[in-house]
């Protein structure tokens, strides 16, 4: 797309929430789905949400994209491929970071998927070199259905500004801290206003779940929670173009990874419960 939406960090489970991205030709639209990454054996309400969220992008989607590289593997008892089988979507397969692999090694890789699941495409690309993509779209609007576009062609996410002031914030904290205090905290947007001289006041709680948490977090002096404001403001005011006014704050919210009211405080609904009522 050219553009960030997702946020990116080493550290496994990142994303939380499915998120939208479209790209608009003249005679089509495409709406792309980056889901959470899978989780073999949920420990909170959270993470169980998460894998809701994959569920229900495999019985929306028109096409399954499963993207893979050398590093991880499925096997037959994953059960993000049995979520697949049973979709009985289109696959492609797309490995990425060929850039990382040996020839020999890509075509394993092929061989290995083919055997697994019922491949639609296979694609090779890096997303680093940016080799592929166009490839990858080319081959995705020729298994597309028609239909009236969903989106205005002006739009290129269905998310607000908030929802990424709040993204930029928590991935500043992915790559700040180890262990269990990026897992552990939430980052709420309490007031985003635009100012007619082009500025923007932005607030934000950072949610923890326990008090030596919030000490960490904010570190000696500070100095911790200065650093990250840092980062993030000059990041949010290069994704919007406009002179922003960053003030975070640090609040304790006991257990809240458990806890159903608070999750869908945060947006975090279970589709499954959804669909129930």
Not at 76 to 90: G, S
Not at 186 to 205: D, H, K, L, P
Request: proline share 4%; charged share 30%; glycine share 4%.
């Amino acid at each position: 797309m050219d553009e960030k939406l997702s946020i990116v960090n080493s550290k496994s489970q990142t994303t939380r929430q499915n998120i939208k991205g479209f790209i608009h030709g003249d005679d089509h639209q495409l709406i792309l789905v980056d889901t959470p990454g899978f989780i073999d054996e949920p420990a909170y309400q959270l993470q169980l949400n998460m894998n809701s969220y994959i569920e229900l992008a495999l019985e929306e989607a028109d096409i399954v994209a499963l993207v893979v590289d050398k590093y991880n593997l499925l096997d037959a008892e994953h059960p993000l491929v049995k979520e697949i089988l049973r979709a009985k979507k289109p696959l492609f397969v797309i490995i990425n970071k060929i850039d990382q692999c040996q020839p020999e090694e890509v075509n394993i890789i092929m061989a290995y998927y083919e055997e697994l699941l019922p491949v639609t495409e296979m694609i090779c690309l890096s997303v680093e070199l940016k080799l592929g993509r166009d490839s990858l779209v080319e081959l995705l609007l020729k298994y597309l259905p028609l239909h009236p576009p969903y989106y205005d062609h002006s739009n290129w996410t269905d998310r607000n500004m908030r929802f990424f002031a709040s993204e930029i914030i928590r991935e500043k904290i992915f790559s700040s801290y180890q262990k269990e205090i990026p897992y552990s905290t939430e980052v709420v947007i309490s007031r985003y206003e635009e100012r007619a001289a082009g500025e923007a006041m932005i607030e934000a709680i950072v949610y923890v779940e326990r008090e030596s948490q919030k000490g960490i977090v904010i570190g000696h002096q500070a100095e911790k929670l200065k650093k990250i404001s840092a980062e993030a403001r000059a990041e949010i005011e290069t994704y919007t173009g406009t002179k922003v006014h960053l003030f975070i704050f640090v609040k304790v919210l006991a257990d809240w990874r458990s806890k159903d009211k608070m999750l869908e405080k945060f947006g975090y609904f279970n589709p499954k419960k959804i669909d129930k009522k």
